[in-house]
């Protein structure tokens, strides 16, 4: 699992991300800073506040490269899977026709039918103890069994991120990462090589 930072051109390339743990950028409506990795991902700000017109202009000047863009995130509310599912019914489809749609998975969504036949990817939402519960885990399991790409938002801290990548999560992000990477990527990276030969070394075994 790597990150996609919402960061500064200046801070990417002053070595703050190493390729390790940074796979790319998240555009937000809200810093609206300048693309500069070819892998991206656009969130929608609603952690904050939605804004729609920032949020379409953002899309708008990233059309042109959308082949690259990871996914889009469909307005969501934050802590309400019900009140999500509303705004996804409306915005998944003005976003499909040109971009892969990201359904925002919030607290409660257990309990609602994901729609899963109109998203291209899984972005973990919701409040802190709902992300890290097992309902959550259970439904990035069944996103990743039905081939889905898995992004798990607000990833700061180490345990997290080996909870879900251990699961088989492809992206995540962070803004405490994005803001403080000298200070909190450090433990995470040592996190992730440990992972990575782990795993080396279960594929070792698996294949004598």
């Given at each position: ?27 937000t ?30 899309l ?35 976003i ?30 919701g ?43 492809h ?38």
């Amino acid at each position: 699992m790597k990150f996609l930072v919402d960061a500064s051109e200046t801070k990417a390339l002053d070595g703050s991300f190493p390729d390790i743990v940074v796979t790319g950028q998240l555009l937000t409506p809200l810093t609206r800073y300048r693309r500069w990795h070819t892998t991206f991902a656009i969130d929608n700000g609603a952690f904050s506040k939605f804004n729609r017109k920032a949020w379409e202009s953002l899309l708008r000047r990233e059309s042109e490269h959308r082949g690259n863009c990871l996914f889009v995130c469909c307005p969501d509310v934050v802590g309400s899977a019900r009140r999500t599912n509303e705004l996804f019914k409306v915005y998944c489809y003005l976003i499909r026709s040109d971009w892969k749609v990201a359904y925002v998975a919030q607290d409660g969504s257990e309990d609602m039918d994901i729609p899963w036949d109109l998203c291209n990817c899984l972005f973990l939402g919701g409040r802190d103890p709902w992300k890290d519960s097992q309902a959550a885990q259970d439904i990035v399991k069944t996103a990743l069994a039905l081939g889905k790409h898995v992004h798990i938002g607000r990833v700061n801290a180490v345990d997290r991120y080996i909870l879900y990548a251990k699961l088989g999560a492809h992206t995540c992000d962070g803004s405490g990462i994005s803001r403080y990477p000298k200070a909190k990527l450090p433990a995470i990276e040592t996190a992730a090589r440990e992972l990575f030969h782990l795993l080396e070394n279960v594929d070792e075994r698996t294949e004598n």
